[in-house]
């Protein structure tokens, strides 16, 4: 399964962006997305999570500002408002499968992973 994530961007802060993750496989049955962000010189942080049940969980850095959602068709989105110069980094979605452990802010529960969307916020 091959993750493509689009939407990043250029946008000053306060804007809003919408960041999309779409699985190449409609079949494959995925327990949950999440959302990833690495800054320059920062290690890979946990933005927002969904899983199976529609639980949605977030960071608290972004909690009240980003929302997460997926569709049936094995895509996610990530909405992004009242974005901060702090929020720029590098997004990438993952995916987990069957053997999704639960832990949906660590990045070794999900196996499959997009290439990474630059988000940039200009104060």
């Known amino acids: 399964v091959q993750l493509q994530a689009s939407g990043g961007g250029l946008v000053q802060a306060g804007g809003s962006l919408r960041l999309s993750c779409a699985a190449s496989?409609?079949?494959?049955?995925?327990?949950?997305m999440g959302w990833f962000r690495q800054a320059p010189g920062k290690e890979r942080e946990f933005v927002a999570a969904?899983?199976?049940?529609?639980?949605t969980y977030a960071a608290d850095s972004v909690k009240g500002r980003f929302t997460i959602s997926r569709d049936n068709a094995n895509a996610g989105y990530l909405q992004m408002d009242r974005l901060k110069p702090e929020d720029t980094a590098v997004y990438f979605c993952?995916?987990?499968?069957?053997?999704?452990?639960?832990?949906?802010?660590?990045?070794?529960?999900?196996?499959?992973w997009g290439q990474g969307t630059l988000v940039t916020v200009s104060s």
């Open positions: 993952a995916a987990a499968g069957p053997h999704y452990s639960g832990a949906y802010y660590s990045s070794a529960s999900y196996e499959y």
């Open positions: 496989e409609r079949g494959f049955s995925i327990y949950a």
């Open positions: 969904i899983d199976w049940s529609g639980s």
